[in-house]
């Protein structure tokens, strides 16, 4: 990674409170300094002195929190990218020619995104120090021509709503509104009072009234933005209180609809899982307002917005693995662009550091060192190049943070994090085995995607994403070292739709777009979540096909070095053959496959164990696909379950990094995993040395030494101290009790859980659990000791290594 020397040009260090972020070419009122690109050597630009506007500080701020700060422009890389931005100011200035409705002859009508976005580049460059036209008033009047022009032929009072609502009451507002502050007095008043008036047609202040429809989550967020910039350009105190007052519904946490929930959920359009571009929209959004705000008399100071401080380490963190956010979270977005998950990883890695600006000391420290190890581990898009381009803020402040020895990189933690009300798992598993090292940290990640009756197969709209269909049936995403770029490097634009991994589906090919739009494809599946003691995991999905009769049972155990995957009641009269993709990999490496003896191994990627004559299909081809026509690689691993299967079923173990050796040692095992039941009732196993036993209770009923009064999720754990752990949830969301009972001697009850209403011990273990509906899927732990064994157990496997890491407390 180049490291640019960044001690020689910081001057900030990129981490000054947002109330210290005014730099040396705005620090006075009436003089400006115009650098230039080549020399730093500066020039006075006469700008009009500070007058008794209570907003004008939030001009200032505003553009030193959004523009950039925190850097020096005459050191490198700002002042390469400073010039380029001027340069290209420069361009879209001399290529400007009014006519109709347009600016730009090769931009039509409307152009909404575009025309806005060349302005508020211009204004930029305008307001920005060593871009060669900084303060250049030719510049700025272009900015303002352009600015009144677009107002009175496309964005005008008046004027009605053409497409999508959010380029009106939006993307174009803020845009306008942020050039015409960059610009400053370059807007006349009658050409700012136009645009005002324009503003408060698409957006009134009755938008902010009910907090429902488009104007909830993220949109909200973006509209209190747009008003903010409203009153600032108006000097308007009342409609930045309104602005302020607007974002508390935002905060506090929900039980359903879009917002966020207490285990880490977070969600938009109601039934679409959106920490990437929405959430990674609001948190910027947020930390924008909280930084420019903070000190005025329009602070926010809602207490509720510490659930928004919270959400870094609860919403946003688990579902970022090695500076990406998983595609899991991300919606109709997945296949606009490569490697959009690691654009949408640097989102949320900028919103983070500029929220840890208004945030305690300890938050900050925390934040600073989890962004720095996101930085260093992704090899595959490095964060802080590609921040060169789009954020030089955010470059300043990732700079400062990779140069201080003080600020130590965090490994990502290990552990399983099940965000029942969102229908997602993420696990991170420690490096284990002599093959993979003892280095520490984790050696490979999971990410599962799950559709329910509150959470859609798939979100598709304005034309995205128009073959999503299967990324709820239980599609498996994982990495292993070196494999950051999996999902991201075209895998969208290649992949068989039909065959994403992880999937149980019917081959009935649906159409594109099929479904109800904006996550409208809720299944009415109920059973859907699992239970977690935050290492290890019991997670299923009762599946209702999409768009097919499909119906199913899967589950997942989520281990040290593997994910036992089992699935019964696979069912269906579609006329057509129903497969299980175990994997579908995004490359061209060498597939080794021995079906006499139940594996496959995939080199440098991972193994795969099944039982003996299982037989597993296999596919190798190149696939085209996306508008410049790519051609990627791929392994396809799939079970055929035949046409129109009836209570089929499959049993298979993901090894994810696993040699050659390790999976051909682990199919010479078949007890390390033993299977407890595969049915529509009930899906259990135990591994004797993890000391793990759990059961997915799709009924009530009994699995190995596990009986549970109701459907519900139960794992077990044993350690090698004498005592084990059980955690319970209710995945329906419907108990108001429920009897779990251990066949296995018991003395007594160590720790409780407050819904834990009655226990008994001896030769076996009851717990009774009271109303577990209310818990929106959690998982509730209790603590008893075993009769019969010693507090210490030198050599117990489960009582060693990685088998006996403690549970989050």
Known sequence: MNRHSRRSFLQLGGVAAAGALIPAYAAHPGTAHQE???????????????????????????????????????????????????????????????????????????????????????????????????????????????????????????ADQAGNWWHWQIGTPRNLLDAALLIGPHLTGPQSGALREAVDHFVPECRL???????????????????????????????????????????????????????????????????????????SGLATLFAVLRGSPWEVVDPNRQVVLDSVER???????????????????????????????????????????????????????????????????????????????????LAAILDDDAVPAAEEPTGHRLLAMSARAVHRAPRTGPARGAQGGPGWCAGLS????????????????????????????????????????????TVDPCRLPGTTVSTRRPADGAGEAWGGTCPPGRWVGGATDGVY?????????????????????????????????????????????????RTDAPLTVD??????????????????????????????????????????????????????????????GASLAETRARAADPDWARVLANTARRQGVRVPSLGITAVNFWNDGAAGDLAASAPCAVLVREGGDGTATLTVSDPRRDLDELTVTWNRPVTEVLRGHPLLAGATTGAGLTLTFGRLAGRGGGSNTVTVRLA?????IPGTPHGTGAGSRRAPE
């Open 595 to 656: 079906d006499g003896k139940g594996w496959a191994h995939l080199e440098g990627h991972g193994g795969y164990v099944l039982p003996c004559g299982t037989r597993l299909r296999t596919l190798r081809e190149e696939r085209a696909g996306g508008r410049d026509r790519v051609t990627r690689s791929y392994a396809t691993l799939w079970l055929d379950h035949g046409v129109d299967p009836v209570s089929a079923g499959y049993v298979y173990l993901l090894l994810p």
């Open 315 to 397: 919403t946003f963190t688990p579902v970022v693995h090695d500076g990406f956010c998983m595609d899991l979270v991300s919606g109709r977005a997945i296949g606009r662009r490569p490697y959009g998950d690691h654009d949408r990883g640097r989102a949320i890695a900028s919103a983070i550091l500029l929220l840890g600006e208004t945030a305690s000391a300890a938050e900050r420290s925390r934040w600073q060192g989890m962004v720095k190890g996101w930085a260093l581990r992704d090899t595959h898009r490095p964060m802080l190049d590609a921040a060169e381009d789009d954020d030089l803020g955010f470059h300043a402040r």
């Open 209 to 283: 009234d009910d907090y429902s429809g488009t104007s909830t989550g993220a949109n909200r967020v973006d509209l209190c933005v747009v008003t903010l910039l409203r009153a600032v350009l108006g000097s308007d105190p009342a409609k930045a209180a309104l602005a302020v007052s607007a974002l508390s519904p935002v905060f506090p946490y929900v039980s359903e609809g879009d917002g966020f929930y207490r285990d880490g959920s977070f969600v938009q359009h109601t039934t679409v899982p959106y920490q990437g571009t929405y959430g990674a929209s609001l948190l």
């Open 36 to 158: 230039t690109a080549n020399t730093g050597t500066t020039h006075p630009v006469t700008t009009p002195r500070a007058s008794a506007d209570p907003l004008a500080p939030l001009r200032h701020r505003w553009r030193d929190v959004t523009a950039g700060s925190g850097f020096d422009a005459t050191a490198e890389p700002y002042r390469t990218r400073l010039a380029m931005l001027g340069r290209r100011a420069a361009k879209y200035r001399d290529a400007m020619a009014p006519a109709g409705a347009s600016l730009w002859p090769d931009l039509a009508f409307p152009s909404l995104g575009a025309t806005p976005a060349r302005l508020r580049t211009m204004a930029r460059a305008y307001a920005l120090p060593g871009t060669g036209l900084t303060g250049d008033a030719n510049l700025a009047a272009a900015v303002a021509g352009g600015i009144d022009h677009y107002r009175r032929r496309v964005y005008a009072a008046g």
């Open 450 to 493: 799950m559709a329910s009756h509150r959470v859609g197969h798939y979100e598709h709209g304005n034309g995205e994403n128009l073959r999503g269909w299967h990324t709820g049936s239980g599609m498996l995403y994982w990495w292993a070292d070196g494999h950051g770029d999996q999902y991201s490097d075209s895998f969208w634009a």
């Open 537 to 585: 995991a019991t997670v299923g999905q009762h599946l209702n096909g999409f768009e097919s009769t499909l119906d199913a049972f899967k589950s997942w155990f989520f281990l040290d070095d593997a994910i036992v995957c089992l699935g019964a009641g696979i069912t269906a009269e579609d006329g057509v053959p129903v497969e299980t993709i175990v994997d579908n990999r």
């Open 788 to 792: 019969g064994v010693p507090a210490e």
